[in-house]
């Protein structure tokens, strides 16, 4: 028998802890810094309390990982059942780190049935969703850096920005370090450009005469040279950034593939069509490789954002879009979905027919990747990569449901 539960409120400086007993009782309260010797203090509170399991509203953190670490039992309790949940304990609305402690604790101690604790995943799995997570939000500051350098340009030489397809490409950094100012390339002929082109070996498809076209047809603006000065060396800047940024990248693209290609479950996942290394990275990152954390695909695609959710009361029925899952999954899956599609007959009828029904891109995608991950879940559990021909009884099982 379990003698008492711990809930734990985390956040950035401190963290609010609180015991109970089987009753309810408040056995222990107490606060934790986010320090090493914060941190050393929770074991011994637990400790002394008889390791007891440990609600908490996040899946993964340093404070997750020391608790498992350690061998105590975190079960991970969503924030919108915790929100959900308050007005049990008071009608007032109010909200403290303290308070949110103990009804982390007493939800474990009357619910916990209903929550499954976390299972270690492997060292290996561990490093890949840190690459992983890493690389993604990497390509995101990229974006925004991108899409700064773009704008920034587009106010005084809209040229740099039409010459080449993609503005963080390093052709295109290169040309904008090189050339900040339509002043600086007044004097480009095509000789010079095509020295250019051939110094950062350009591989596109467009001589240097219709490189120059572009940068000569583009809008001509009013900006004077005192701002044209200062904007081309904020652009400089910009691109100088984005240059390390993109070249980082590319490093770690290449050791996520090569990371995900070593792994027998990383091969199951780039079995799929068009699935790619990356891509396949993203899913196993999240998947992970404990095959007790989902019981079926439906559990799956629940986690995945790919299932919808469905309101029913009396005669009144919706489904709407699924908000709270795992993002980076259902980003993941969704990929590998619209992917899919070019390459196997069975995804392109699948997607075909969800359009035929009125449903919008998107929402067939999701379609798509809801199928996909009955084949998936399946192949993950067997440990066997894809195969057509064995899956076949999946696949016409989910267009029979469809018909």
């Known amino acids: 028998m379990i003698t008492f539960f711990a809930g734990l409120d985390w956040a950035s400086q401190t963290h609010a802890v609180c015991i109970i007993d089987a009753h309810g009782a408040v056995f222990e309260r107490f606060d934790i810094d986010h320090t090493a010797a914060g941190l050393a203090e929770l074991r011994r509170h637990l400790v002394a309390a008889g390791s007891p399991p440990v609600a908490i509203e996040r899946p993964s953190g340093l404070v997750v990982d020391t608790l498992m670490e350690a061998g105590f039992t975190v079960i991970p309790i969503h924030p919108n059942a915790v929100k959900a949940t308050r007005p049990r304990y008071r009608s007032h ?5 303290a308070s949110d402690a103990y009804l982390l604790a007493d939800l474990l101690r009357t619910d916990g049935h209903r929550f499954k604790p976390l299972a270690p995943q492997g060292e290996e799995i561990r ?8 690389r993604d939000d990497l390509v995101a500051t990229r974006v925004q850096l991108a899409n700064q350098l773009r704008s920034l340009l587009d106010s005084f030489w809209p040229g740099a920005v039409a010459i080449f397809a993609d503005v963080d490409s390093p052709i295109a950094l290169a040309f904008v370090e090189r050339y900040p100012t339509p002043e600086s ?3 480009l002929g095509p000789k010079r450009m095509a020295a250019f082109c051939a110094q950062h070996a350009y591989c596109g498809r467009r001589t ?21 000065d200062a904007k081309g060396e904020l652009a400089r800047s910009l691109a100088r950034t984005l240059t390390r940024l993109v070249e980082q990248i590319r490093l770690l693209t290449s050791r996520i593939e090569h990371h995900v290609a070593s792994l027998d479950d990383g091969q199951i996942v780039m079995s799929f069509p068009r699935a790619g290394r990356i891509c396949a990275a993203q899913i196993l990152a999240e998947l992970g490789s404990v095959r007790e954390r989902f019981d079926s695909d439906a559990q799956l695609a629940a986690e995945a954002g790919v299932a919808p959710v469905t309101y029913q009361s009396g005669k009144s029925k919706s489904v709407t879009f699924r908000w709270a899952c795992n993002h980076r999954l259902r980003a993941a899956l969704t990929c590998l979905a619209d992917n899919s599609r070019h390459a196997s007959a069975w995804a392109n009828r699948v997607y075909t027919a969800a359009r035929s029904r009125g449903c919008d891109h998107p929402h067939a995608i999701r379609i798509l990747a809801r199928a996909w991950v009955r084949i998936l879940w399946r192949a993950w559990t067997d440990r066997k990569p894809y195969d057509p021909a064995q899956h076949q009884g999946a696949r016409l099982a989910f267009e029979s449901t469809q018909g």
């Open 93 to 97: 609305g109010a909200k403290s780190d």
């Open 127 to 134: 490093a890949l969703r840190a690459l992983v997570r890493g």
């Open 185 to 187: 390339a007044s004097r």
């Open 208 to 228: 240097a005469e219709e490189l120059l076209a572009r940068l000569h047809h583009a809008p001509i603006t009013g900006t004077g040279e005192l701002e044209a």
